[in-house]
């Protein structure tokens, strides 16, 4: 999170960057996914219309590795985004579930799939010339 604002000076260059432009507080580092994560924003997806077992969300989610998904659901578990429940059964059965703070991120989602919409042939196009130049 950005301490200050750093505006541009004479001419066509902006100033330079701060090097304190971010204070050293800023909870940036234990946010509980990141931009490019691959696969929280699907489990969010798969979970935002209830409980799933681990199996459940494997079918969606097929080019996720099992360990994969295990670790990324323990660490979403971690960051209080779903529960983990375990029925006392025979055979043992186990659900995820979203929790409130876990639903708060479907409108970023919801956002996210909004830009990509829009925006997403631009980005393409620029990938493409990226490899073409290359």
Not at 18 to 33: A, G, K
Not at 105 to 134: M, N, Q
Request: aromatic share 4%; proline share 10%.
């Amino acid at each position: 999170m950005p301490r200050r604002t750093v505006h541009a000076t004479d001419g066509d260059r902006p100033a330079a960057l701060d090097p304190d432009m971010f204070h050293p507080l800023c909870p940036s580092s234990v946010m509980p996914f990141r931009v490019g994560d691959k696969w929280t924003g699907m489990v969010i997806r798969c979970l935002q219309d209830g409980p799933r077992r681990f199996g459940e969300l494997r079918i969606p989610l097929r080019a996720v590795t099992a360990k994969v998904l295990s670790e990324t659901l323990r660490s979403m578990e971690r960051d209080g985004l779903v529960t983990r429940t375990a029925h006392d059964e025979n055979p043992p059965r186990v659900e995820y579930a979203l929790t409130p703070l876990g639903g708060t991120l479907i409108p970023l989602l919801d956002a996210a799939r909004t830009w990509s919409e829009t925006h997403l042939p631009a980005l393409l196009a620029a990938r493409r010339g990226a490899e073409d130049a290359s």
